[in-house]
């Protein structure tokens, strides 16, 4: 499987700087992290979504975008710039900075920008990758479940396939 823009992303200097600065930012947080194990949930259970819907996607391109899409968190925690926002600015100069032609940047800034945005048109990979960033998180197994601001119906309260 090529993911080559996704490996040069995980070894691009600014990414692996803005994943420091936010690890260092979340060291106490209580609730949902993020982190590349959080990545790369959001890019598997977007695949098996994808697959499951009979739709086909590159993987490279949805690995790339799980990489970076909560990359703005940390400007959300120090200058309150909404993370899509911010991570797709971020984005874009790690993008450069790896050659990603224009196509897959255009493709991957979109669902970064989108991956908080309940609107997406119906099985648009917008929202499926939305679906998939809600489904990756474990709040069964969460301590801090029930002081977390997420609505209750939202919470993902069993094991779902
Ligand atoms: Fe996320």
């Given at each position: 499987m090529n993911l080559e823009i996704t490996n040069r992303i995980l070894v691009n200097e600014t990414y692996r700087k803005e994943l420091d600065t936010l690890r260092k930012l979340e060291k106490?947080?209580?609730?949902c992290g993020h982190d590349i194990e959080h990545f790369l949930d959001v890019a598997r259970i977007t695949m098996i979504i994808c697959t499951e819907k009979g739709i086909d996607v590159m993987p490279d391109l949805i690995y790339s975008a799980s990489l970076l899409h909560d990359i703005g968190r940390s400007k959300e925690y120090t200058e309150n710039i909404p993370h899509h926002m911010a991570g797709k600015e971020t984005a874009e100069k790690i993008l450069d900075e790896v050659s990603c032609d224009d196509g897959m940047k255009k493709q991957i800034l979109s669902l970064i920008l989108n991956h908080r945005n309940q609107q997406n048109e119906k099985d648009s990979l917008e929202s499926i990758f939305y679906t998939a960033d809600k489904k990756s998180r474990l709040c069964f197994a969460c301590a801090s479940r029930n002081i977390c601001n997420w609505q209750e119906e939202r919470k993902n309260i069993k094991i779902e396939v």
């Open positions: 106490d947080r209580i609730f």
